[in-house]
Nanobody, 124 residues
Framework: QLQLVESGGGLVQPGGSLRLSCAAS????????IAWFRQAPGKEREVISC?????????YADSSVRGRFTISKDNANNAMYLQMNSLEPEDTAIYYC????????????????WGQGTQVTVSS
């Protein structure tokens, strides 16, 4: 069974940084399009950013996130990351990594492999 295992969430003060990691198991991330999503309480899951199999990045997040969050992929370690800087209370959510053999998309249903989710809480 294809798996993504996340780590790196937690409690951070406003203005702080976190780096989320996601390790792939039983498949090769280099062959997949990857993305990070988040889901805040009472809201739908939304895509943040995506890297296609060919390395093309797509940023779907609104202007409040762009420039603060960076997606990356390490094919040698079969892992992906989300670097989050200047965190704000509004960034509090469960963060998910996801993968698909298809192209980048904002649509949740396109992604067929999901991490378990990691809680990020931004609070003083």
């Amino acid at each position: 069974q294809l798996q993504l295992v996340e780590s790196g969430g937690g409690l951070v003060q406003p203005g702080g940084s976190l780096r989320l990691s996601c390790a792939a198991s039983k498949f090769t991330l280099a062959d997949y399009t990857i993305a990070w999503f988040r889901q805040a309480p009472g809201k739908e899951r939304e895509v943040i950013s995506c890297i296609s199999r060919t390395g093309v990045r797509s940023n779907y997040a609104d202007s409040s996130v762009r420039g603060r969050f960076t997606i990356s992929k390490d094919n040698a370690n079969n892992a992906m990351y989300l670097q989050m800087n200047s965190l704000e209370p509004e960034d509090t959510a469960i963060y998910y990594c996801a993968a698909t053999p298809n192209s980048c998309s904002y649509a949740v249903y396109i992604y067929n492999v999901w991490g378990q989710g990691t809680q990020v809480t931004v609070s003083s």
